[in-house]
């Protein structure tokens, strides 16, 4: 059953249940529901003197700090929408989300009170810990029920301009009804958070252990270069992260057999998770039950799970050496749509349900991003931009999925599956070859254009002793020419992007500069 809760309300049930279990670790902080209740009560007061009224949207750059934390549960106690902002990011990039997403004003945590070098198109408060003795008392919350938008993400948008996603806090509470009962969450909970706060994954490790009286254990970001060995001395008992952790993990050698013992759940999602990876995590928390989940930000964190069972022997194996998606969430409907718009068993996976988000911060996004299905001709229409948007209205998550086994197999993106010389490939199964070799660790496979227009494969590779010709000389034994990469080219390490996710973009344009 959906406990219809804003964001605020689910944290405040924890704090009059566990006024004393720890909430916050971090470090050497550790902050009970009670302390985290009033610290954030402390930063909401401090925001209401900063403001002539409640503010409707705020921006919050911060990370990784009690004060971060704080200040995103001050912004949901104050019933506005919370927008993370990244220290990390250029400043640029953060004034154009302060623009496009009509902030009130900028909650920033600074080394000093200089605000005004942040170069940010909003008012900005300083985010400092305030005294207990300080403030104007508890604030007067603006309204906010399920319909109400507890956060906006900004997602990199096909123009170059950020594309605002906002989440109502009914589509939060379907998605915590679900995950914190699934895994058994409650207090002795420890729960990874590796997440930054611009990322929407980071909203699972965060309300789905103050939802439910568990901790909340963050990681600096020197614990990240050394994930196992901080999973291990934190204690965790669920972890939550990007597969790409893994291959960090797998390449400084340290998922040795048994090395996470006290982990009960392992979690991860962002991207595929590949069979390898599994196997490795799997080996060294021999006690966790894994499990690979699939969402877009648009339809709430995640929306579909695949538990894999304990005997590795007993593991699917899909062509693409990809961990499988599974099955949706309980109350999320979808279907796979093949080019004409008709059911298939491989296609775009279209979804809609009470997790489904209400619609761009821009509504002009909107367009083509969702369908309707006309009953009376039987035909998908594609949304023009021009109507509201509904509960009837599918969004399309531009993910290609097939039906294999009564189970959904994630195959990329729909422009992942490319034609060379007319023949479609699947990237995704010749990256599986790749990564059967021995000396291979990760492997990806790119399309590339030439001066002409037309496409060739490239592979790069990953590991202690890849032998880019005998990769080749293999492949040609197993795949057809058509499609053997033109060549192998090995890295360090596979670049990532702001969200521990391996980076195609900055591959292709590396390999199309050495092609240059």
Not at 263 to 268: D, G, Q, Y
Not at 310 to 323: F, I
Request: aromatic share 6%; proline share 8%; hydrophobic share 40%.
């Amino acid at each position: 059953m959906t406990m219809k809760r804003t964001l605020y309300e689910w944290f405040a049930a924890s704090v009059a249940q566990y006024p004393d279990h720890v909430a916050l670790e971090i470090g050497a902080d550790r902050l009970t529901y009670q302390e985290l209740h009033d610290a954030a009560e402390r930063i909401a007061a401090r925001l209401l003197s900063a403001a002539d009224e409640v503010p409707r949207r705020v921006g919050l750059l911060a990370e990784r700090s009690v004060l971060a934390y704080a200040g995103y549960l001050a912004v949901q106690l104050l019933g506005s929408t919370v927008v993370p902002l990244n220290p990390a990011f250029p400043a640029a990039r953060n004034a154009a989300v302060v623009t496009a997403g009509d902030l009130d004003l900028v909650l920033a945590e600074t080394t000093g009170e200089d605000t005004g070098a942040l170069a940010l198109p909003a008012p900005v408060v300083a985010l400092t810990r305030t005294p207990a003795a300080e403030g104007i008392g508890v604030p007067a919350p603006r309204p906010a029920g399920p319909e109400s938008i507890a956060y906006v993400l900004f997602t990199s948008g096909s123009t170059g301009t950020p594309k605002g996603v906002p989440i109502r806090h009914g589509n939060v509470s379907a998605y915590l009804s679900h995950v914190i009962p699934r895994y058994g969450l409650g207090p002795g909970s420890r729960m990874s958070q590796t997440f930054d706060l611009t990322f929407d994954l980071s909203v699972f490790d965060m309300f789905a252990a103050w939802g439910s009286g568990a901790t909340l254990v963050v990681p600096t970001r020197r614990d990240l270069l050394a994930p196992v060995r901080w999973a291990a001395r934190a204690r965790l008992t669920h972890w939550f992260s990007v597969p790409s952790l893994v291959s960090l993990a797998r390449r400084m050698r340290a998922l040795r057999p048994g090395a996470l013992p006290a982990l009960r759940w392992s979690l991860f999602c962002g991207e595929p998770l590949t069979l390898q990876q599994a196997e490795a995590w799997a080996a060294a928390a021999p006690g966790s039950t894994l499990e690979n989940l699939y969402g877009p930000t648009e339809l709430t964190i995640s929306c579909a799970e695949f538990r894999l069972p304990p005997d590795v022997a007993d593991w699917p194996r899909p062509a693409n050496g990809t961990v499988p998606i599974g099955a949706l969430y309980p109350g999320l409907a979808h279907q796979v749509l093949d080019a004409e718009g008709l059911p298939a068993d491989d296609g775009e996976l279209v979804v809609r349900g009470p997790q489904r988000f209400p619609g761009y911060l821009d509504p002009r996004n909107d367009a083509d991003r969702f369908l309707l299905h006309d009953d009376a001709t039987g035909t998908w229409v594609p949304h023009s931009g021009d109507t509201p948007i509904t509960a009837d209205h599918w969004y399309r998550t531009g993910d290609r999925v097939a039906r294999q086994d009564g189970r959904l197999i994630h195959l990329g993106r729909m422009d992942q599956q490319v034609k060379i010389r007319g023949y479609r490939i699947e990237l995704g199964e010749i990256e599986a070859l790749l990564r059967e070799r021995s000396g291979v660790r990760d492997a990806i496979v790119i399309a590339v254009p030439d001066a002409r227009g037309d496409l060739s494969l490239e592979a790069i590779c990953t590991g202690p002793d890849p032998r880019p010709e005998q990769i080749l000389s293999d492949l040609r034994s197993r795949i057809p020419e058509y499609m053997i990469p033109r060549s192998v080219t090995v890295f360090d390490e596979l670049p990532l992007n702001v969200n521990g996710k391996i980076d195609r973009q900055t591959v292709a344009a590396m390999i199309a500069g050495r092609r240059g």
